[in-house]
């Protein structure tokens, strides 16, 4: 069973030039990227897409990053696409990450942590529907 999950590539791995890198990982898996695009997020939209942490500490600080530079965004497909592309992702907290993970090869910091994936497939269908609204 196909499933979909949105990905993005946030700032801070747009700006470290890693957007190739993520893409490979991406598709050595055997993933299939179904809609791409570089955008810089209005406050609006990334509240909206970091909802569940609205009430958190740390969600000024979120939003305020998320939005600070372009990103990519991009659906993903495939079998067990948001549990394969979280895999690919490794933790939220980089330092704890296996090397070998997106996060435990490029990061040291969970405030930038290079990727997001969707954490379920309700999750992915509500975050395609704020990024990609007409497409899917
Ligand atoms: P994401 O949603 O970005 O894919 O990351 P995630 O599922 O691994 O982690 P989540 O719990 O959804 O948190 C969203 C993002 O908020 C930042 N964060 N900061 N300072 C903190 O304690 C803290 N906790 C989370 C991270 O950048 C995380 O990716
Ligand atoms: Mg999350």
Same mark, same amino acid.
């Given at each position: 069973?196909?499933?979909?999950?949105?990905?993005?590539?946030?700032?801070?791995?747009?700006?470290?030039?890693?957007?190739?890198?993520?893409?490979? +990982?991406?598709?050595?898996?055997?993933?299939?990227? @179904?809609?791409?695009?570089?955008? %810089?997020?209005?406050? =609006?939209? #990334?509240?909206?897409?970091?909802?569940?942490?609205?009430?958190?500490?740390?969600?000024?600080?979120?939003?305020?990053?998320?939005?600070?530079?372009?990103?990519?965004?991009?659906?993903?497909?495939?079998?067990?696409?948001?549990?394969?592309? +979280?895999?690919?992702?490794?933790?939220?907290?980089? @330092?704890?990450?296996?090397?070998? %993970?997106?996060?435990? =090869?490029? #990061?040291?910091?969970?405030?930038?942590?290079?990727?997001?994936?969707?954490?379920?497939?309700?999750?992915?269908?509500?975050?395609?529907?704020?990024?990609?609204?007409?497409?899917?």
């Amino acid at each position: 069973m196909s499933e979909r999950t949105l990905v993005l590539i946030k700032p801070d791995g747009v700006r470290r030039g890693l957007v190739g890198d993520v893409i490979g +990982r991406i598709e050595r898996k055997g993933l299939k990227i @179904v809609a791409m695009e570089l955008r %810089t997020l209005d406050a =609006d939209t #990334a509240k909206a897409h970091y909802a569940e942490h609205s009430e958190r500490p740390f969600f000024g600080e979120l939003v305020e990053f998320i939005t600070s530079a372009p990103l990519v965004a991009m659906v993903v497909e495939g079998p067990r696409a948001v549990e394969a592309f +979280r895999a690919l992702a490794g933790l939220t907290d980089p @330092v704890k990450s296996a090397p070998g %993970t997106i996060r435990g =090869d490029h #990061a040291l910091e969970i405030g930038e942590n290079v990727v997001h994936g969707s954490d379920s497939t309700e999750s992915s269908a509500r975050e395609i529907k704020i990024f990609f609204p007409d497409r899917f």
